[in-house]
């Protein structure tokens, strides 16, 4: 009896590591988003008034297949496997993370079922950009955007880094937006993320 009411509370635990509580509508993403930098201007105006910037390809898998399921994503590690979440990642192709953190870098890797290089520039901090599906070809910057140009592929992942040194935003305290975008400039996908100085790192050590 002990061991069936063990394994009850267990299939109960992990079931709340699954989905809600309650039957509910979930928007994408299952989180709360940044809001969108209050001056956005067309792709177009980004590409050719803006500032072409210099990235460096840090991982390039262009056979690679995305998987439809990881075994960490499994409810028994239960850390990864919150079916929303699940979803949001599914949907996206184009992810963003600073190498701010141990533990969020941890998480961002094991969301997306990849491991890719980290390095901590202490003087000049990078943005990473992963996308799946993808081959970059330019990036763009203008104000609070950055423009990822590439050429849509079937399978395919790549791993690319700029210099948050040559992103200039209007406004440093809103989010910046990151596009994903054809050569003609459609929009495949987007992600906001909070702006880094370069110099983070040994602000971070003074502190």
């Known amino acids: 009896m002990d061991e069936l009411n063990d394994l009850i509370k267990e299939m109960k635990h992990r079931l709340q590591r699954l989905e809600p ?3 509910i509508q979930i928007s994408d993403p299952p989180w709360s988003e940044q809001a969108f930098p209050s001056t956005v201007v067309p792709v177009s105006e980004v590409i050719e008034n803006g500032t072409k910037i210099a990235f460096e390809t840090i991982l390039n898998k262009p056979d690679y297949k995305r998987p439809s399921y990881e075994a960490h994503w ?3 590690t239960g850390r990864w496997s919150y079916v929303p979440n699940r979803i949001h990642y599914a949907l996206h192709r184009l992810f963003i993370n600073y190498d701010a953190g141990l533990s969020g870098w941890y998480d961002f890797e094991h969301n997306i079922g990849l491991s890719i290089p980290m390095f901590q520039n202490e003087t000049d901090l990078d943005l990473y950009i992963v996308v799946f599906q993808t081959e970059i070809t330019d990036v763009y910057t203008k104000g609070n955007q950055v423009v990822v140009v590439g050429n849509p592929k079937r399978n395919g992942v790549q791993a690319i ?3 948050t040194s040559a992103i200039h935003p209007i406004n440093k305290e809103e989010a910046l937006l ?11 996908d987007y992600a906001l993320t909070s ?3 370069p110099d983070f790192w040994s602000k971070q050590k003074q502190n």
Request: charged residues 15%; without cysteine; proline residues 9%.
């Open 21 to 23: 509580t309650d039957a």
């Open 74 to 76: 499994h409810s028994t």
């Open 161 to 163: 880094t700029i210099k």
């Open 178 to 188: 990151v596009q994903l975008v054809t050569p003609t400039g459609d929009e495949m």
């Open 195 to 197: 702006y880094m100085p």
